[in-house]
Each structure stands twice: as structure tokens, then as C-alpha cells.
């Protein structure tokens, strides 16, 4: 079983930039397809982005192009989310996410087995 930790997320201004960690406690983390979601207050939880096993596959969602960047290092067990521009509307508690599947990525919150407790991330305009 894989537990994930998370950290990075606070306060930050609109326009502004945080960069997320998730912290892995199993070696086999480099046989996981690993995903980034997020909940905001209310709402459901929404798929941010995914990085396959070797980092050689990412995409994102629609609302998050060109602003977040996710990354891993397989040999420190960690995986990284880049967020620049924030918007207020990307407020929301950020989780990371480990599955065994691998293509095609997926974007389904049920395809993944292994959920950290997550970080807040709060955007203030």
C-alpha cells in the first residue's frame, strides 16, 4: 500500500505562484501513474493533471494549461505540481493520487487507488 503525503499549499496571491510536493513511502512509487486533483469547498473533486511511471506522458486539465507543471523524481519518491498564475478560483484543497493503471492515463477519480489527505490551497484576489 502506498501512502502519500502532501505539502506546499497556503495562501497566495492572485497572479501569484506555489509549488505542491507529495511524498511517497513505498519504492514501487515508480510503478504508479500518479495524479493531481483537487475539491474545492462544495464542489466535487476534479482531476488537475497526471504524469505516467517514467514522466514521459502529462496532460491536464482544460483549465490549468499553461499554468501548472507536473513532475516526479522516481528515486526521491516525490511528485511535484508546479501552479503559477493562480486565480481565486483555483482555491481548493489539492490532492495526489496513485494508480497502477497506465494508458491510457485516466482522469477518473474511481481509477485511482491511493489518496493523500491533502494541502489547502487558498487564492485571494
Known amino acids: 500500500q502506498v501512502q502519500l503525503i502532501e505539502s506546499g499549499g497556503g495562501l497566495v496571491q492572485a497572479g501569484g505562484s506555489l509549488r505542491l510536493s507529495c511524498a511517497a513511502s513505498?519504492?514501487?512509487?515508480?510503478?504508479?501513474?500518479m495524479g493531481w486533483f483537487r475539491q474545492a469547498l462544495g464542489k466535487e473533486r476534479e482531476f488537475v493533471g497526471v504524469?505516467?511511471?517514467?514522466?514521459?506522458?502529462?496532460r491536464y486539465a482544460d483549465f490549468v494549461k499553461d499554468r501548472f507543471t507536473i513532475s516526479r523524481d522516481n528515486a526521491k519518491r516525490t511528485l511535484s505540481l508546479q501552479m503559477n498564475s493562480l486565480k481565486p478560483e483555483d482555491t481548493a484543497v489539492y490532492y495526489c493520487?496513485?494508480?497502477?493503471?497506465?494508458?491510457?492515463?485516466?482522469?477518473?477519480?474511481?481509477?485511482?487507488?491511493?489518496w493523500g489527505q491533502g494541502t489547502q490551497v487558498t487564492v485571494s484576489s
Open positions: 493520487a496513485a494508480t497502477i493503471r497506465s494508458h491510457p492515463v485516466s482522469d477518473r477519480t474511481s481509477d485511482y487507488s491511493y
Open positions: 504524469i505516467t511511471w517514467n514522466g514521459g506522458e502529462t
Open positions: 513505498e519504492r514501487t512509487f515508480s510503478f504508479y501513474t
